[in-house]
């Protein structure tokens, strides 16, 4: 009974191709990020999602397509991959508490991506 | 310069040591994440605060917002706590984390 998830948890792949990875969380928080973490091991917000809107879209390529269906599911499309996009990148979820504030963030597994 | 700077980037420790991580910031905040992540690579949330102190088991943490800083405290320091801590902040106004570089901790036997 994983928190959050992520599938895959590994993916390599050449340059050009367009790919997707999939978070989902069984916490019933109504947010979601997705955030990259590049070979520094610095991490940045990518985008976030609540109740199944966009609220955060940071400046990411547009090859970049976040998508949620539900407020289960965060799943991100990369277009045309490049060698710049191999990172690891994380799903993460929380809730909001009274006043609109932000409590913790839980973190899914991470997802390696290597482009070639 | 980072809005969030940690330090020390490196810090290596023989087993049972007391350890501090410091983080500093330069932005009004709303609250400040401590973050451990392991070798393999996922991530925890250790500590979410806003003012104070907090305690679970030998980690704390504290807190002081006039000064815009924040210290993670390790007691009785084990192998098993060779990890990455990262400290966030959550800028006032805003709804996103802005994160350290990270301290790599080494704790050996």
Request: charge should be neutral.
């Given at each position: 009974d994983t928190a959050v998830s992520q599938t895959p948890k590994y993916l390599v792949t050449q340059m050009g191709n367009d790919k997707s990875i999939?978070?989902?969380?069984?916490?019933?928080?109504?947010?979601m990020y997705w955030y990259k973490q590049d070979s520094k091991k610095f991490l940045k917000i990518m985008f976030s999602y609540n109740n199944k809107e966009l609220i955060i879209?940071?400046?990411?390529?547009?090859?970049?397509?976040?998508?949620?269906?539900?407020?289960a599911h965060l799943n991100l499309h990369i277009n045309s991959l490049e060698l710049g996009d191999s990172a690891v990148y994380f799903c993460a979820s929380s809730s909001?508490?009274?006043?609109?504030?932000?409590?913790?963030?839980f973190f899914g597994p991470g997802t390696r991506l290597t482009v070639l | 310069k980072n809005e969030v700077e940690q330090s020390p980037q490196n810090l290596t420790a023989q087993e049972g040591e007391f350890i501090t991580i410091n983080c500093s910031y330069s932005v009004g905040i709303s609250a400040l994440h401590w973050l451990q992540q392991h070798p393999g690579g996922g991530i925890v949330s250790l500590f979410m605060l806003s003012s104070g102190k907090k305690k679970h088991g030998r980690l704390i943490a504290t807190i002081n917002i006039q000064e815009k800083h924040s210290s993670l405290h390790i007691t009785a320091s084990h192998p098993r706590d060779s990890a990455v801590y990262i400290c966030a902040v959550r800028k006032r106004g805003a709804d996103k984390l802005i994160f350290g570089t990270g301290t790599r901790l080494q704790v050996f036997p």
């Open positions: 999939k978070c989902e969380q069984n916490l019933g928080h109504d947010t879209n940071e400046t990411v390529p547009n090859r970049f397509s976040p998508k949620s269906p539900d407020k909001r508490g009274s006043g609109g504030s932000y409590n913790e963030q | -």
